[in-house]
């Protein structure tokens, strides 16, 4: 069966893309994740990656031809990958290497920077004293982040996801171990790489898929995508792009809590880059001085942006910062749930009992760019091979299989449902009603 790769949406000022250099030619069976041609935006030069597998039939476009979103530019001859037995999808024992980068032979080596490569001494945990619901309703959540964000990953390099995406794989234990220790009533705040969070704190594929497509059925009705994920009942305030923006927000909305005597919490996350914004020293310092219910949780997942988090601090770790305000802080393994979740338990349970706030930095690693035109080169090969063996997923799986009544076929069936989800979920997003033009300023300060 022929696949068309196609020029996904990848430009920001101009919709002209050079094809740069193909890394691959006709009769190369490819892999799904593979790169297959470099191509210059508006913004960098980047690789187009295979979605399916295959051998690759014809190059359609030639180096130095300017190409636009939806232009075919090669053809890939999946059946031939099918014989031979190469991936399709992110199915399998192991989740490892569904978001790895695969080595082109002409891959420009990467920028000498510091390898981010902490010690992290594994969590005691004794996994048999866990409810097996809770235990599996993690491991469903943390497999459907990934599942869903892989698959939207693949849509949008074959042009079908409109907008932009800020994907988190990699970081499933940091969203999905806090959220499981929150009540209904918690509130939690985002930021624009927020679809672990939509799914960890109870949004259904369907919400969160729709917003995607942008169709009036999404969680905020096609008005934010991907970057302003939320839904006010399930107490998720919509992503907020502005880096660092939710955590003065966080303090506002614990100070509420705080005044109504209700016991609720309001737990906000942020990335390392928001370490360096005056709203971040700003709400923890309210936090502090008020003794709010506010539970910050730094995603640490090494790099904002491009830039590294030992190039903008010189403290060892960021939960170091929280000793300026006197307050709670600990650093975390973000890629073991269970260590997430131990911690994450306690800090609410501080919160609550009226002696927060808490600050909770999340050691983790993001396994794609900063946003879809991010070819990661900045992260050094020695780095991403140690991150990329701490799974977060083949983590938990390895502690499951301690357990006498989790087998690994039921593990394989919650990761098959995922995808069967999404399905049903993708199957439906096309029939979904746009907002119409009447009502673009609804809602709108003017």
């Known amino acids: 069966m022929d696949h068309q790769v196609k020029?996904?949406?990848?430009?920001?000022?101009?919709?002209?893309?050079?094809?740069?250099?193909?890394?691959?030619?006709?009769?190369?069976t490819v892999t799904v994740g593979q790169e297959l041609v470099n191509v210059e935006t508006d913004k960098a030069t980047m690789p187009i990656e295979a979605t399916v597998a295959g051998k690759i039939k014809s190059i359609d476009a030639q180096s130095g031809q300017q190409v636009v979103k939806g232009?075919?530019?090669?053809?890939?001859?999946?059946?031939?990958?099918?014989?031979?037995?190469l991936a399709q999808g992110t199915g399998g024992s192991s989740f490892a290497d569904s978001a790895r980068p695969q080595a082109a032979p002409n891959r420009e080596p990467r920028r000498d920077v510091q390898t981010h490569q902490p010690t992290i001494e594994p969590a005691d945990i004794d996994i048999n004293r866990y409810d097996h619901a809770l235990l599996v309703g993690m491991y469903d959540r943390m497999c459907m982040i990934r599942t869903f964000e892989e698959r939207v990953k693949r849509l949008f390099l074959e042009g079908d996801m409109p907008g932009t995406i800020h994907q988190c794989q990699g970081q499933e234990a940091c969203a999905v171990g806090v959220c499981s220790v929150l009540r209904d009533d918690d509130w939690i705040t985002s930021t624009f790489r927020g679809t672990g969070h939509a799914l960890a704190k109870g949004l259904t594929v369907e919400q969160v898929l729709f917003e995607l497509f942008g169709a009036e059925t999404g969680c905020c009705r096609?008005?934010?995508?991907?970057?302003?994920?939320?839904?006010?009942?399930?107490?998720?305030?919509?992503?907020?792009?502005?880096?660092g923006g939710s955590v003065p927000l966080a303090a506002g909305m614990a100070l509420a809590f705080k005044m109504q005597g209700s016991k609720q919490i309001a737990a906000c996350f942020f990335g390392d880059g928001a370490i360096a914004e005056g709203a971040f020293h700003e709400g923890l310092n309210l936090a502090a001085i008020w003794n709010l219910p506010s539970l910050f949780i730094?995603?640490?997942?090494?790099?904002?942006a491009s830039t590294s988090v030992k190039l903008v601090m010189r403290n060892e770790r960021i939960s170091q910062r929280a000793?300026?305000?006197?307050?709670a802080a600990q650093t975390v393994d973000g890629n073991d749930v269970l260590a997430v979740y131990e911690a994450a338990r306690v800090a609410a349970d501080?919160?609550?009992?009226?002696?927060?706030?808490?600050?909770?930095?999340?050691?983790?690693y993001r396994r794609t760019g900063h946003s879809r035109r991010d070819p990661c080169h900045y992260q050094p090969d020695q780095e991403q091979q140690y991150w990329f063996g701490r799974d977060?997923?083949?983590?938990?799986?390895?502690?499951?299989?301690?357990?006498?009544?989790?087998?690994a076929d039921e593990l394989d069936s919650i990761r098959n449902d995922t995808n069967q989800r999404f399905d049903v979920a993708l199957a439906a997003a096309p029939s979904q009603p746009l907002p119409s033009a009447d009502e673009l300023t609804d809602g709108v300060y003017v």
């Not at 502690?399 to 009544?405: S, V, Y």
């Open 71 to 85: 232009d075919v530019i090669a053809v890939i001859d999946t059946q031939a990958g099918a014989a031979r037995g």
């Open 323 to 327: 000793q300026a305000y006197g307050i």
């Open 298 to 304: 730094c995603e640490n997942n090494q790099y904002g």
């Open 392 to 407: 977060p997923i083949d983590i938990f799986a390895d502690r499951l299989a301690q357990r006498n009544d989790i087998t």
């Open 222 to 243: 096609g008005r934010g995508g991907s970057m302003h994920l939320g839904d006010y009942d399930k107490h998720m305030v919509p992503g907020i792009a502005i880096v």
């Open 7 to 28: 020029v996904p949406d990848m430009g920001t000022t101009t919709d002209e893309i050079e094809i740069v250099e193909w890394l691959v030619a006709p009769g190369d």
């Open 350 to 364: 501080t919160c609550r009992n009226g002696d927060g706030p808490v600050l909770l930095e999340l050691l983790t």
